[in-house]
Nanobody, 127 residues
Framework: QVQLVESGGGSVQAGGSLRLSCAASGYSVSSYSMGWFRQAPGKEREGVAG???????YYAGSVKGRFTISRDNAEKTLYLQMNSLKPEDSAMYYC?????????????????????WGQGTQVTISS
C-alpha cells in the first residue's frame, strides 16, 4: 500500500526558506513520477513541481528559479526546497505519486496525473 507523509511546513517571513519532505512507504520513489501541489484557501489546487521516473523536473512558472524538487531514493523521500518565499506561496502543500510516465512534461503539474496523495503540510509566509 502506497503511503505519503509530508513534513517540513511552517511559518517564515518573506524571503526565507523552507524544505518540505514527503516520506514514502510501500514503494520506491525512484519508480514513480512524483509531484508537489499546493492549495490556498478559496483557490484551486495547483501544481508546483514534478519529477519523472527518469529524473526530468518541471516547474510552475511562479516558482521556477526559487523552488527545487528532488528525491533521495535510498531514503524513499521526495523534497521541495523553497527559497525566496513570498506571501503568495502560503498554502497547504501536498505531495503526490503516479505510476505513469509523463508526456508531455507539463502533465507533471496536473493533479489528474497522480494516483496517490499525502495529507498535506501547511506553509505560511508573512510579509
Amino acid at each position: 500500500q502506497v503511503q505519503l507523509v509530508e513534513s517540513g511546513g511552517g511559518s517564515v517571513q518573506a524571503g526565507g526558506s523552507l524544505r518540505l519532505s514527503c516520506a514514502a512507504s510501500g514503494y520506491s520513489v525512484s519508480s514513480y513520477s512524483m509531484g508537489w501541489f499546493r492549495q490556498a484557501p478559496g483557490k484551486e489546487r495547483e501544481g508546483v513541481a514534478g519529477i519523472s521516473i527518469g529524473g526530468t523536473t518541471y516547474y510552475a512558472g511562479s516558482v521556477k528559479g526559487r523552488f527545487t524538487i528532488s528525491r533521495d531514493n535510498a531514503e524513499k523521500t521526495l523534497y521541495l526546497q523553497m527559497n525566496s518565499l513570498k506571501p503568495e506561496d502560503s498554502a497547504m502543500y501536498y505531495c503526490a505519486a503516479s505510476q505513469r510516465a509523463p508526456w508531455p512534461w507539463f502533465v507533471l503539474l496536473r493533479d489528474t496525473f497522480y494516483d496517490y496523495w499525502g495529507q498535506g503540510t501547511q506553509v505560511t509566509i508573512s510579509s
